[in-house]
C-alpha cells in the first residue's frame, strides 16, 4: 500500500520543502498539481562567541544551560543563523571532544540542516586530528547516526548515565542513551 501524507498549513512558505503533489489553497479556492524538486541548502558554518546561544537556548528539549569551555558554530543559510552546535572536551581524553547541544530553529527543522551541521562541525574536529563523540537520547540524532556511515555506535544505556566520580558530568539519570563516535569520510 502506498503512503499518503497529507499536511495542513497556513505557511505558503513550506510548500517548495513538501514538494506535494497537489496544493488546495483554501485563500483563493485553486486546486493546482505541482511537481517540485526540493531546492539545496548550503550552509555556511563559523565558530561564534557564547552569546550566540541566546538566539537557541529556549529551543533546546533539555536545558538551556550550556558548559563552560565549550565551543560553539553556528550554520547560517542565505545569511541568517538557523542552527548551532556546541562542543566540549571530554574529560580524561587528550584531542577527544563531543557534540553537547545541537539546535536548529523551529522554521527551519525537518530539512537536513542539524545533521548536515552535526556532520559538518565532525567533520571539522576530524581534519584537524581530533576524535569527537555525542551522547544523544533525542529521536532524530539517533536515527540520523544509525543510519549513517559517519556514525559508529559506542554503547548504548538504557537507563543513561550518573555522574561519574570527579563530579563533572551530570549524565543523563534514567534517561536512555545512545554514544557514537564519528569516523569520517573514506
Not at 565549550?70 to 566540549?88: G, H, Q, S
Amino acid at each position: 500500500m502506498p503512503c499518503r501524507f497529507v499536511a495542513v498549513t497556513c505557511h505558503y512558505d513550506v510548500t517548495e520543502w513538501l514538494e506535494p503533489d497537489w496544493v488546495l489553497d483554501m485563500a483563493t479556492g485553486s486546486v493546482t498539481r505541482r511537481s517540485l524538486r526540493r531546492p539545496a541548502v548550503h550552509l555556511c558554518i563559523l565558530r561564534c562567541k557564547r552569546r550566540a546561544w541566546t538566539l537557541f537556548k529556549r529551543h533546546h528539549y533539555l536545558s538551556a544551560d550550556i558548559p563552560h569551555g565549550c565551543r560553539l558554530y553556528l550554520a547560517l543559510w542565505n545569511d541568517e543563523p538557523v542552527a548551532i552546535c556546541v562542543t566540549v572536551p571530554m574529560y580524561g581524553r587528550r584531542n577527544h571532544w563531543r557534540i553537547s547541544r545541537i539546535v536548529t530553529l523551529p522554521d527551519y527543522q525537518g530539512i537536513g540542516i542539524g545533521s548536515a551541521l552535526f556532520d559538518g562541525v565532525a567533520e571539522m574536529y576530524a581534519a584537524t586530528g581530533i576524535r569527537v563523540g555525542a551522547t544523544a537520547s533525542h529521536p532524530s540524532i539517533l536515527a540520523h547516526c544509525e543510519k549513517s556511515p559517519l556514525w559508529r555506535t559506542i554503547s548504548i544505556r538504557k537507563t543513561g548515565t550518573q555522574k561519574n566520580k570527579r563530579g563533572h558530568y551530570h549524565g543523563a539519570i534514567g534517561r536512555a542513551t545512545v554514544s557514537f563516535e564519528y569516523q569520517g569520510r573514506e
